[in-house]
């Protein structure tokens, strides 16, 4: 029987799937375009062919019922099944096949049209490969939860448990009848030192998850460098041979110059644990492009490439219970932050060197100020809002001892209700950022509103409300951070009221 090519290109031509058109003995009598694409036979070897030499054995068994159906040869759908077809390379790829009997002019024929699940099987397969990395990655990302939960833990138990003994000490020495005055003092200083100890480990947590306050200047990196240098001799020892090789000339960077000697604090006792028989530890700078380059290399033992691929996890640390592992996770988020990379080259035996790349600052450094020196109150009224009221109560008497009248309140409804029932002027509000109920923010906008000439310092050990999205203040607003000592609020306090 002869078909046109006329009438196949207006049947099939037009259809996005492969079409075979069979008689009733499986003889393949029409084959569409996408056919030939398919099955990479050519149109006259598909001609003439019967269907069976082009099904799968997955193909041939068919369900009892399509079967009895296709031998039935009733007009109508037979129905659609999912199977596969071999093509002339040999390859199986997954089809979806539909057969419909036809009764036409030239007899009854067989229609089968065969959809390629090829893209929707690779489709599948990449949801499915996805489907398990992003379960690994939960799984990762818990365990390394866990693992900072368990670090935070651990080193904060072991500091708090030196705060409440020495505490301890320190009241039963104050209660005895003949009280030791210097053994309360040195036990009050152990105390004091831990409390240090969880400042520190606060602030690098905060710098990890970029969440530290930063307060970027234009900063000649050579010069942060000089200040730390006889610092860093000291706490390095005698046994490590400190060399600071300088570029001259070296082009400012824009950032936070507490932050640069965090990080060079952190990277040379990294360096000195490394080498604790001695060594070489070399700080270099040098101009790196549109970036300054900073390094800092150490002859010590030098990382595994197991290690060196985790050094930059929180609290992954080869110290034992001695080391925090949070060294080189704040050096990555102090860097980053500032908008510079950091990397780490290392080998066993052969010492590590960290390169920090920082953006040449556009601008050149302002001229240091003098510092000054806190100066007590002189009788200007505080309003002083605090959640935490141990720590309200601290405030509130470091203010009162130097001469400022203080109001206290504990949440921001409190301290609108005060300030309402105050006939007084309130020159400054100092307020905590995070307070249940209503921000610190939303507090001082309130009640500036209604007293525009109070003025206001927040406090807090986490700003991000009043930060910018890369850690900076927001315009016009001035922060001091917890936790702080009384030279620090009272300097902070002075600075705000004499602006």
Known sequence: MEWSEELAGG?????????????????????????????????????????????????????????????????????????????????EIP?????????????????????????????????????????????????????????????????????????????????????????????????????????????????FARREVVRPQVLDLNGAIFEVEEMLRRSLGEHI??????????????????????????????????????????????????QVCLRVSDSGEGMSPEVLDRAFEPFFTTKGSGGTGLGLASVYGIVTQAGGEVSIASSVGLGTTVTVLLPVATATPSPDNPDISPIGGQGETLLVVEDEAALRDVAGRILSGAGYHVLSAECGASALELAARHEGAIDLLVSDVVMPGMLGKELAERLTCVRPDTRVLYMSGYAQPVLHSQGTLDPGVELLEKPFTAGDLLAAVRKRLDD
């Open 241 to 290: 041979n400190l060399l600071v090789r300088a570029e001259p000339s070296l082009p400012a960077v824009m950032c936070d110059p507490g932050q640069i000697e965090q990080l060079l604090v952190s990277l040379s006792v990294n360096a000195r644990d490394a080498m604790p028989s001695g060594g070489d530890l070399v700080i270099d700078t040098a101009r790196h492009g549109d």
């Open 11 to 91: 049947l099939l031509q037009a259809a996005p799937d492969a079409i075979l058109v069979m008689e009733d003995d499986g003889r393949i009598v029409l084959v569409n375009d996408r056919a030939e694409e398919l099955y990479g036979f050519g149109r006259d070897e598909l001609l003439g062919t019967r269907i069976d030499t082009l099904l799968t054995d997955d193909a041939r068994m068919m369900p009892a019922a399509r079967r009895r159906r296709l031998e039935e040869g009733r007009p109508g759908p037979v129905g659609a099944v999912t199977t596969t077809i071999r093509r002339r390379d040999g390859s």
């Open 95 to 207: 089809v979806e096949s539909s057969v419909a009997i036809v009764d036409t002019p030239q007899g009854r024929l067989a229609v089968c049209v065969i959809r390629d699940l090829s893209e929707r099987a690779r489709a599948e397969q990449e949801k499915a490969r996805l489907r398990a990395e992003a379960h690994v990655h939960r799984s990762q990302r818990l365990e390394s939860l866990g693992q900072l939960a368990g670090g935070i833990a651990h080193d904060f138990n072991n500091m708090l448990g030196v705060i409440v003994n020495y505490a301890n000490f320190v009241i039963e020495e104050a209660s005895s009848p003949s009280p030791d005055l210097k053994a309360i003092a040195a036990d009050a200083k152990q105390v004091v030192r831990a409390g240090q100890r969880g400042t520190d480990l606060t602030h690098q947590l905060l710098s």
